[in-house]
């Protein structure tokens, strides 16, 4: 049996852009990536803590070092700027394994979005 765990997040990061003329995603600064285990086209869900609002959607590179969290498409009409993120992806896996797998959780400095 596989069950669907929590695989990745990045947990209380700021909105940094909102583009709402773009095909959409999360740009993520390649640093915060690297940090929680994303990759490039990886499917996310988007938290936002300001308002209570959930979506889901993918993740595109961002500048390495700029901290950059930009929720592109419809999904800038989710968040305001400097809202409250946590981002998350999730991973299938076999049920005895996910009892002992440990997923990556990255706690930014949530005011740069730089790593601690």
Same mark, same amino acid.
């Given at each position: ?5 929590? &695989? ?14 773009? %095909?959409?995603?999360?740009? %993520? ?7 929680? #285990? ?7 869900? +988007?938290? #936002? ?6 979506? %889901?959607?993918?993740? %595109? &590179? ?6 950059? +969290? ?9 968040? &305001? ?13 076999d049920f005895e394994k996910a009892k002992t797998f ?10 740069? #979005?730089?790593? &601690?």
């Amino acid at each position: 049996m596989e069950i669907t765990v929590m &695989k990745s997040k990045l947990h209380c990061v700021t909105v940094t852009q909102a583009e709402l003329d773009y %095909i959409g995603s999360v740009t %993520i600064d390649e640093d915060l990536m690297d940090a929680a #285990n994303f990759i490039e086209n990886e499917q996310v869900h +988007i938290l #936002n803590k300001n308002n209570g609002e959930r979506f %889901i959607t993918y993740v %595109i &590179k961002g500048e390495r070092g700029s901290g950059v +969290i930009c929720l592109n498409g419809p999904a800038a009409l989710r968040v &305001k700027l400097a809202d409250v993120v946590i981002i998350i992806s999730y991973a299938n896996m076999d049920f005895e394994k996910a009892k002992t797998f440990h997923p990556w959780v990255v706690f930014p400095d949530t005011k740069t #979005n730089k790593l &601690k």
